[in-house]
């Protein structure tokens, strides 16, 4: 019997095979909590569930928002061509 060494982001839950894509998973996941935390915390009355969602979706494209920012905001109009979704997670069956 083979050991495989996996990784899980304690997030979520969510494991990976490689480190390097599991940081940069946990990384992502405490941006967008970060984001999550402030809208709540700045804008009354929104519902939880849409500021995790929109959390997810800045800090999922943060590169581009960050680019938009310092001088280019038509990149925000563009079609996403490249996220953070082309991280693996590993499913692991029970």
Do not use: H
């Amino acid at each position: 019997m083979a050991v495989i060494a996996v990784w899980k982001c304690d997030r979520d839950g969510t494991m990976f095979a490689d480190k390097k894509e599991a940081e940069e998973y946990d990384k992502m996941l405490e941006l967008a909590a970060n984001i999550s935390y402030l809208i709540e915390q700045n804008i009354p009355n929104v519902d939880e569930s849409v500021c995790e969602d929109i959390g997810l979706l800045l800090a999922k494209n943060r590169d581009n928002l960050a680019r938009a920012c310092k001088g280019k905001p038509e990149l925000l109009l563009e079609k996403e061509t490249e996220t953070k979704d082309n991280i693996s997670p590993i499913v692991v069956a029970q």
